[in-house]
T-cell receptor, first 112, second 111 residues
Framework: QKEVEQNSGPLSVPEGAIASLNCTYSDRGSQSFFWYRQYSGKSPELIMFIYSNGDKEDGRFTAQLNKASQYVSLLIRDSQPSDSATYLCAVNSYYIGNQFYFGTGTSLTVIP | DTGVSQNPRHKITKRGQNVTFRCDPISEHNRLYWYRQTLGQGPEFLTYFQNEAQLEKSRLLSDRFSAERPKGSFSTLEIQRTEQGDSAMYLC?????????FGEGSWLTVV
C-alpha cells in the first residue's frame, strides 16, 4: 500500500473555475501535510502546508485536512493558465523517521 | 540567492562511469534530504542527514549509491558504476523542522 495516493489525472478546468485536488494517506500518525507544484522539467515548489484539521487559506489556494478520513485536498480558486502543472501531495510523520512521502502527483491543465 | 543550490544541473555519462552531485542547503537548515524522481512519479526518498549524521537511508538504495555531508554543510551524492536505470532527476532538499524546500535538481542521463 502506498503511503500517499493521488489521482494522476489529467484534470482539466476552464480558466476562472475552481480546481479541486485530492490526496489520501495511509499512516494515521502523519502530522504534517504539504502541497507542492511542479512545472514540467522543474523541481517541486512548496505551495502550502497544513497541520490541523480544517481549512487553511493562502490567496487563491485553500488546503483542507480531515485526519479522521486521512484525506487532504487543495482547492485553487479563479484558476489561471499559469496554474497548469503537476501538484504533489506530501506527508510527514515523526513516528516513521523524518521522511516526507510524496504521491505521484495530479496533472492539472487550466484551459484559457 | 539563499535557496538550495545543486550542481551540476545536467550530467550525461556513459554506463559504468561514476558521477557525483553536490548540494548546498539553505544555510540555517540542519536537515538535508536526497530524493530521486523519474518521469510521471513523485520524488522517491533516498537518504536524510541531520547535521553531519546520516540518519536514514532507503532500503531501495543500492550499494552503488553513497552520500556524505561533511561538517554538516554541503552534501554529495555519488553513484558508482552507473546504470541506465539510474537516469532520473536527483533532488536535494533542506529543512529546519517541518517543511522541506527543494533545489532545482540535477538531471542524470546514463547512455
Amino acid at each position: 500500500q502506498k503511503e500517499v495516493e493521488q489521482n494522476s489525472g489529467p484534470l482539466s478546468v476552464p480558466e476562472g473555475a475552481i480546481a479541486s485536488l485530492n490526496c489520501t494517506y495511509s499512516d494515521r500518525g502523519s502530522q504534517s501535510f504539504f502541497w507542492y507544484r511542479q512545472y514540467s522539467g522543474k523541481s517541486p515548489e512548496l505551495i502550502m502546508f497544513i497541520y490541523s484539521n480544517g481549512d487553511k487559506e493562502d490567496g487563491r489556494f485553500t488546503a483542507q485536512l480531515n485526519k479522521a478520513s486521512q484525506y487532504v485536498s487543495l482547492l485553487i480558486r479563479d484558476s489561471q493558465p499559469s496554474d497548469s502543472a503537476t501538484y504533489l501531495c506530501a506527508v510527514n510523520s515523526y513516528y516513521i523517521g523524518n521522511q516526507f512521502y510524496f504521491g505521484t502527483g495530479t496533472s492539472l491543465t487550466v484551459i484559457p | 540567492d539563499t535557496g538550495v543550490s545543486q550542481n551540476p544541473r545536467h550530467k550525461i555519462t556513459k554506463r559504468g562511469q561514476n558521477v557525483t552531485f553536490r548540494c548546498d542547503p539553505i544555510s540555517e537548515h540542519n536537515r538535508l534530504y536526497w530524493y530521486r524522481q523519474t518521469l510521471g512519479q513523485g520524488p522517491e526518498f533516498l537518504t536524510y542527514f541531520q547535521n553531519e549524521a546520516q540518519l536514514e537511508k532507503s532500503r531501495l538504495l543500492s550499494d552503488r549509491f553513497s552520500a556524505e555531508r561533511p561538517k554538516g554543510s554541503f552534501s554529495t551524492l555519488e553513484i558508482q558504476r552507473t546504470e541506465q536505470g539510474d537516469s532520473a532527476m536527483y533532488l536535494c532538499a533542506s529543512s529546519t523542522r517541518n517543511t522541506i524546500y527543494f533545489g532545482e535538481g540535477s538531471w542524470l542521463t546514463v547512455v
